[in-house]
């Protein structure tokens, strides 16, 4: 989450971090999310920042996951929205994650299944999809969860229901232009929250399809 520094040794083109995953639910969950601080940086990276989404992959891998579940039948599969760092590299950034407590970080089985599949996935085509950037919703977000496997989008960059708080011109801005290859804005409607009109308002100065859930 602190790793904003890797640019200045290794060139490439993108960065997939594989992590843990902790919760106090203690649900199982393998999940995989953007990285990005809407506010203050409390978990890397820098504040107000959010890093280049890597959406097509994110699909591919989640996707990937569903077909196989039958090797992870206790866990949740699951996106979650952007959050933590590292904020500031210049190429697509991705966590993909297993949790939720030490038991399932040291089961090594397990951590080979999940490696084994991010592998799969790198060793294919990955296809490219309509990218989205999405707002509103809850952290694990069952809408844009399904959107990914399911439906056609791709996600971008995940802004939930308790981040549009900190959401200001400026902040959009950045957040369009880490986004630069999304043409849709996904809304989680009913997950809007008193927000929704600042949301619109501030969509209309894009020319991003709003695409209501």
Known sequence: ISADWLEEKYDYDGFVFLSKHAAKSGVLALTCHSTGNFSESKFGGNSRQVAVPHPNL?????????????QFSKFQITIEATHHGPTALTKP???IEIGTTEEQWTDVSLCVSVAKLVHHVFSNTI??????????????????????????????????????????????????????????????WRGLGKNKQKVLTLLESTSLEIIKL
Do not use: M, R, W
């Open 58 to 70: 994110q699909k591919a891998y989640l996707q990937t996951l569903q077909k196989n579940q039958s």
């Open 93 to 95: 950034t991705i966590f």
């Open 127 to 188: 296809s490219e999809n309509p990218v989205a950037i999405c707002f509103g919703g809850t952290h694990y977000s069952s809408k844009f969860t399904s959107e990914l496997l399911e439906g056609k989008y791709a996600l971008g960059t995940v802004i939930p229901k308790h981040a549009l708080n900190d959401l200001d011109e400026q902040l959009f801005s950045h957040i369009i232009e880490q986004n630069n290859v999304a043409k849709f804005a996904l809304l989680d």
